[in-house]
């Protein structure tokens, strides 16, 4: 793997000048994703992981520690980070990046709100802190073939994201070169999570573990805490575990390219399932409108997509209503019958329609590398589904960029409307204009000094 020092050379980023990458693109991503994360998480207010939280982990520091966004309540920073990283990940309705094949918000904004409410940062404090988690992510899972690593079970927004949201802590931590090197030798041990947990509560907890760690690790470190400090490129250490094929090399470049929407920008979800079933949905959304068609017209559904686009989908006979989420045969199924996509759609008894079912065993997802439909080339995946109809007829419409993207992004007006819904659903006639007004401008406050107007901390709607 070569001896290069990565851990050295993710905290010297971390801590040093990043003027240079503070775009403002870069900024505007980082008022939009908080708004996204906090929305989803209020969502997911009353899901089955919240409650289980809520009874184990209710927030026993009194007035001083982090707020617990869907109770109100505040903990200790490790644990106010952890519940509320879970949340914002429970409905898989939080941001993505295809440079890491995993998500990146739910890990990195719940540490820093956490560790904000703490040391009292200026906004822009925690929206530096941010560009620095984003781009430690991508230079961590460059520093791998991140394909791989995902592929043998790995599941990257926690594995990559505690390292990420180690480096963006020390930064609004003001940590020294030292103790965050030490910080990340603590991350890359506790770095940790499998695929094999996906459409269970575990999952959405990954991204609450790593947001946890990453808190502990940066705290632990600053108080004294050692580590090995070469521990990501060390023989026995981090990238070794992770991949064996490591390029280590890669990570400084990566730190030293400039802020672009490919490798940097995010995807924001329009549906509240896996995002490598946004492509399809998106088709066959646009195939029923084109053809009106009815569930009754329907002999099968074929859906081609790119390589290993199929590795995150690994319930296609899904038994429980969480496993839904990563079924493409359900979700499609489920759309064509009309049923929404969003955060009211997953509870109990959902497989419980036979025509649904019925339609699930006809639709059939395959991986090529060559799309059946349209161009040749793709960027980061595509999808192409063919409707035979029982007249023989055959319907056919390729994605490649779904809504939300950052191909296809969202206007402001439509991120608005998405963190409104979010509040909506999980705190019926909450304030959500007057909790949107206050997180969009956190970014350019002089100073946070956390939220006053989350929906918990209202009388009358804890």
Same mark, same amino acid.
């Given at each position: ?198 459409? #269970? ?58 802020? #672009? ?10 549906y509240a399932v896996c995002y490598n079933l946004h492509r399809m949905c998106d088709a066959m959304a646009a195939l029923k409108a084109r053809a009106g068609l009815r569930p009754g017209d329907v002999e099968r559904i ?161």
């Open positions: 793997m070569g001896n290069e020092a990565v851990t050295a050379v993710l905290a010297d980023y971390a801590l040093g000048d990043i003027s240079r990458h503070v775009t403002g693109e870069a900024l505007r991503q980082a008022r939009d994703t908080l708004l996204d994360t906090v929305g989803v998480a209020l969502a997911a207010r009353n899901a089955a992981l919240v409650a289980v939280l809520a009874k184990t982990h209710a927030g026993s520091a009194g007035a001083a520690g982090s707020t617990i966004w869907t109770s109100g309540r505040r903990a200790d920073p490790e644990i106010a980070a952890m519940v509320n990283g879970a949340t914002a990940h429970a409905l898989d309705y939080d941001d993505t990046n295809e440079s890491i094949r995993g998500h990146l918000a739910s890990t990195i904004w719940p540490v820093l709100l956490a560790l904000g409410e703490e040391v009292r940062p200026s906004g822009r404090a925690l929206a530096e802190a941010y560009v620095v988690g984003v781009r430690a992510a991508v230079a961590v899972a460059d520093g791998m073939a991140i394909d791989d690593h995902y592929a043998r079970g790995w599941h990257s927004t926690s594995t990559v994201g505690v390292v990420a949201a180690t480096c963006a802590a020390a930064r609004l931590l003001g940590m020294s070169a030292a103790q965050t090197r030490h910080a990340l030798g603590l991350a890359g041990s506790m770095a940790s999570g499998s695929r094999q947990n996906f459409g #269970t509560m575990t999952k959405p907890f990954h991204a609450g573990l790593a947001a946890r760690n990453a808190v502990l690790a940066a705290t632990l470190a600053r108080a004294g805490f050692e580590a090995n400090p070469s521990m990501l490129e060390g023989p026995l250490g981090y990238y070794a575990l992770m991949d064996g094929r490591a390029r280590l090399a890669q990570v400084a470049r990566s730190l030293d390219e400039a802020w #672009t929407p490919a490798r940097h920008g995010v995807s924001l979800k329009n074929d859906v081609a997509i790119e390589p290993q686009g199929k590795a995150p989908l690994i319930h296609s006979r899904p038994g429980a209503a969480l496993e839904c989420k990563f079924s493409a045969e359900y979700v499609l199924a489920a759309q064509f019958h009309g049923r929404g996509l969003g955060p009211a759609d997953f509870g109990d008894g959902i497989l419980e329609h036979e025509a649904l079912r019925s339609l699930m065993r006809r639709i059939e997802v395959c991986e090529q590398k060559m799309p059946p439909a349209g161009a040749p080339e793709w960027l980061e995946g595509y999808a192409v589904v063919t409707v035979t109809l029982r007249s023989g007829a055959r319907l056919t419409e390729r994605v490649d960029n779904p809504k939300g993207h950052w191909g296809a992004p969202f206007s402001r007006e439509e991120i608005a409307r998405k963190f409104r819904n979010c509040v909506a659903f999980g705190f019926p006639g909450a304030d959500a204009a007057g909790l949107e007004e206050e997180i969009l401008a956190v970014t350019g406050a002089d100073r946070f000094e956390g939220f006053s107007k989350l929906p918990a901390q209202v009388p009358g709607r804890g």
